[in-house]
T-cell receptor
Framework: GAVVSQHPSWVICKSGTSVKIECRSL??????MFWYRQFPKQSLMLMAT?????????EQGVEKDKFLINHASLTLSTLTVTSAHPEDSSFYIC???????????FGPGTRLTVT | GENVEQHPSTLSVQEGDSAVIKCTYS??????FPWYKQELGKGPQLIID?????GEKKDQRIAVTLNKTAKHFSLHITETQPEDSAVYFC??????????FGTGTRLQVFP
């Protein structure tokens, strides 16, 4: 149980284009999902908390107009990187909170490369 | 807010030996402490967690111990195997719903 999927697993896009990443909880409903960014050999950096049916809460320093988050259902959250630039290249990981408080299950991650 | 420190940053052990990773936290009200294993190019996987109403939890070769007084918790892996090689992250809660992660420990198990 507690399986989270992400799509795509990797994507290459040109500078200036937008990319959408999907995060799905496959066997449970997630009121809350989280989006993280991870640079090589570093820890997880929380970008935003996504609650179903309401606006996402962004961490300090994360541009909400650049990283658009939509949590349209209890099993799906999407992250859209708008007008991507090479510095947006990173590993993006989502997680979903299961029943237990703070219990997060992670997706496999999406490797974004902006050329 | 919560602050989590994790040590060591790297750990090398011989296959069959034990490995111990330690984390400290700052918020005495914290009550949930998970450990995640992340293999190269993959998302973190929850391997064990503990809530503050117990001092130790075991699952086969892995165990987590919690010392609330000292505000630290540790991951213990016994009889290590090469497939245990990965980066391990601890975390502690930051209300209302976030987790604060440690900086990670790269564990290498040599055959």
């Amino acid at each position: 149980g507690a399986v989270v999927s992400q799509h795509p697993s990797w994507v290459i896009c040109k500078s200036g284009t937008s990319v959408k990443i999907e995060c799905r909880s496959l066997d449970f409903q997630a009121t809350t999902m989280f989006w993280y960014r991870q640079f090589p050999k570093q820890s997880l950096m929380l970008m935003a908390t996504s609650n179903e049916g309401s606006k996402a809460t962004y961490e300090q320093g994360v541009e909400k107009d650049k990283f658009l988050i939509n949590h349209a259902s209890l099993t799906l959250s999407t992250l859209t990187v708008t007008s991507a630039h090479p510095e947006d290249s990173s590993f993006y990981i989502c997680s979903a909170e299961d029943d237990g408080a703070y219990e997060q299950y992670f997706g496999p991650g999406t490797r974004l490369t902006v050329t | 807010g919560e602050n989590v420190e994790q040590h060591p940053s790297t750990l090398s052990v011989q296959e069959g030996d034990s490995a111990v990773i330690k984390c400290t936290y700052s918020d005495s009200a914290s009550n949930y402490f998970p450990w995640y294993k992340q293999e190269l190019g993959k998302g973190p996987q929850l391997i064990i967690d503990i809530r503050s109403n117990v001092g130790e939890k075991k699952d086969q070769r892995i165990a987590v111990t919690l010392n609330k007084t000292a505000k630290h918790f540790s991951l213990h892996i016994t009889e290590t195997q090469p497939e245990d090689s990965a980066v391990y992250f601890c975390a502690a809660p930051s209300p209302p719903d976030k987790l604060i992660f440690g900086t990670g420990t790269r564990l290498q198990v040599f055959p």
